[in-house]
């Protein structure tokens, strides 16, 4: 684990791929310096942005005077707030407005907002004329510490979450953590369910710095800065050995086979925040976890006691409304997780906990035992 940063010194975390390796830089009021930034790596690029309409309040005219002040001409295209925009509609919505701005190969997209304009924004800049290049914005916890970095991109499908999309590797991630002070707490609370997963799958002293620090990465002192840091160098370097997610990477999923299937049960609106679902699904890992005998009671409890002390939700119940919509019936949720990127030849692909800090990918769950240890979640949950 890395000691803590200054708050004042800014980092950079390099993601290595060979001629397409690019630069994270973490810190406190870094936002000023992406123009110049961009005007270094595409001098004299035309720049489209995409934002969402909350976003773009508090940061947009910012950007762009960053842009502009490095000589570089803007567009902007400003989506929705919110999962509804990251649709064949809303994909859609945003390739013809890159062309009519004549964003062409040599330019560039910023994504500029969590992880739903990341990825909206990456994957259109993805398939547009074949291929743009794109810089990552992000101004959630979410997005800086996990969808930001690595290159997925896409939409979601009304079968599943990110059943869609494309391997499409930003040029450059600028993380300003000071635009996290704008977000609502729920949103904040949401992406720290991705920080307390790097120290689940891989970094067992990492949970214990976050289960005393966790308020102080609220307060957006150097812990936060820590926290981004120490998460974006755990994601570069599984990215770096694993691009495509063919063995490693799928380890960055843990939580997520449930989480998604929540996400599908609750038609991807406000009810459920995607962290809130990786929450209580990394709970119920773990719980699978102890039940198959991989881990001890115990930690299945140190695990839910810390992201509760987080304010994250960690049970099905929590959800609000839980019993509509399928998120009481097992079998409903089954047929959604068969549907996850995972899936093997119809076999689920499960990421489960040997310990605290060691993560591993199991395909040789039994569904029928999956299905029974959700309907026995259900069952135990109060009406």
């Not at 009304?158 to 590797?169: D, I, R, S, T, W």
């Not at 038609?267 to 709970?283: A, D, P, Q, W």
């Amino acid at each position: 684990m890395t000691i803590p940063i200054k708050e004042s010194d800014p980092i950079t975390v390099d993601v290595a791929l060979g001629e397409r390796s690019y630069d994270i830089v973490i810190g406190r009021g870094v936002l000023p310096s992406l123009g110049e930034r961009i005007a270094a790596l595409r001098p004299g690029a035309r720049v489209a942005v995409v934002t969402d309409a909350r976003v773009a309040t508090h940061w947009l005219q910012r950007t762009e005077a960053s842009l502009t002040g490095a000589g570089l001409t803007t567009s902007r295209i400003v989506v929705d707030e919110g999962e509804v925009s990251k649709s064949y509609a809303g994909v859609e919505f945003v390739c013809e407005e890159l062309i009519k701005a004549r964003i062409e190969r040599n330019d560039l997209v910023v994504a500029l907002g969590g992880g739903v304009v990341g990825d909206l924004a990456g994957f259109a800049a993805a398939i547009v004329r074949r291929g743009v290049d794109f810089v990552q914005v992000p101004t959630s916890l979410l997005a800086q510490v996990d969808s930001s970095v690595g290159g997925k991109t896409g939409i979601n499908s009304p079968q599943g979450k990110n059943l869609v999309g494309a391997f499409h590797q930003p040029i450059l991630v600028v993380a300003d953590t000071a635009v996290l002070d704008t977000l609502s707490p729920r949103q904040f609370r949401a992406g720290y369910a991705e920080v307390a997963k790097y120290g689940l799958i891989g970094d067992e002293a990492f949970f214990a710095w976050l289960e005393v620090h966790h308020a102080d990465i609220v307060k957006g002192d150097a812990a936060r800065e820590h926290a981004v840091a120490t998460s974006c160098r755990a994601k570069a370097a599984i990215v770096a050995r694993d691009e495509r997610e063919s063995g490693e990477r799928a380890l960055l999923n843990l939580g997520h086979t449930f989480g998604h299937a929540l996400e599908a049960a609750t038609g991807f609106c406000g009810r459920l925040y995607h962290g809130e679902g990786v929450s209580i699904g990394m709970v119920l890992a773990a719980e699978l976890s102890a039940q198959l005998g991989m881990i001890a009671a115990a930690d299945v409890s140190r695990i839910e006691r810390h992201l509760a002390a987080a304010g994250l939700p960690t049970r099905l119940q929590d959800i609000a409304g839980f019993r509509q919509e399928g998120l009481a019936d097992a079998d409903a949720l089954m047929t959604l997780m068969a549907q996850d990127k995972k899936v093997r030849r119809g076999r689920l692909t499960f990421i489960l906990l040997k310990a605290i800090g060691q993560a591993v990918v199991s395909s040789d769950v039994e569904p029928s035992m999956v299905r029974d240890f959700l309907a026995r979640k259900l069952a135990d949950a109060p009406a």
